[in-house]
C-alpha cells in the first residue's frame, strides 16, 4: 500500500482539532478535539471531549462539532463539509458522521479498542448501510494526536 503524505490543508486543520483536544486535557477529560469545515473551509463548528463535565456519554468531540455546525447551518445535512478529528472515530460518532452525510473525515490516531473507520470496525465506508460512502484520510498528524492521548493517561495512571 502507497501512502499519500498529507497535504497542507490537512497538516493545518488538524492543527485546529490538536488545539480543541489541548483544551480538553486541560479541562481533565481524555484530549480528543474535532473541527468541521465548511465548503469554503470555514470553521463551522469545534469539539472537544465533554463527557466528564456534563456528564454526558455523548459528550465526544464529533458529535459537538456536528452539533454546532448544523445549528450554524440550520441544516441536519453537512454536504461539501470535512470532519478533522484528532482520533479514529467511534460507533456512535461514526453513525452521526453518516447522519449529518459529512463527505470527507480525517483522522489522526488510530483507535485500536474502539475505532470504527478501519481499525475495529469501519462503519465509515461500509457501503451496505443507507447513507454516502464519506472519503477517510488517516494518519494526520498521528505522532502529535497519540501523544496528546499517551500523556494524558500516563497521567491519569
Not at 9 to 20: C, Q, V
Not at 104 to 110: E, H, K, R, S
Amino acid at each position: 500500500m502507497t501512502l499519500i503524505p498529507p497535504s497542507a490543508f490537512e497538516i493545518t486543520a488538524m492543527g485546529y482539532a490538536l488545539d480543541a483536544a489541548r483544551e480538553a486535557a486541560a479541562a481533565g477529560e481524555v484530549p480528543i478535539g474535532a473541527v468541521l469545515l465548511g465548503p469554503d473551509l470555514e470553521v463551522l463548528g469545534t469539539g472537544r471531549n465533554t463527557r466528564e463535565a456534563v456528564p454526558d456519554p455523548t459528550g465526544h468531540a464529533e458529535v459537538l462539532a456536528i452539533r454546532a455546525a448544523c445549528a450554524s447551518l440550520g441544516d441536519r445535512i453537512l454536504e461539501g463539509c470535512t470532519l478533522v478529528v484528532t482520533l479514529e472515530p467511534c460507533v456512535m460518532c461514526a453513525g452521526v458522521i453518516l447522519a449529518a452525510r459529512v463527505p470527507t473525515v480525517i483522522f489522526g490516531a488510530w483507535d485500536e479498542k474502539a475505532g470504527a473507520a478501519g481499525s475495529v470496525y469501519d462503519l465509515l465506508r461500509d457501503g451496505r448501510l443507507p447513507h454516502p460512502v464519506p472519503q477517510v484520510v488517516v494518519g494526520v498528524r498521528e505522532d502529535e494526536c497519540a501523544a496528546l492521548l499517551e500523556e494524558f493517561f500516563a497521567r491519569m495512571r
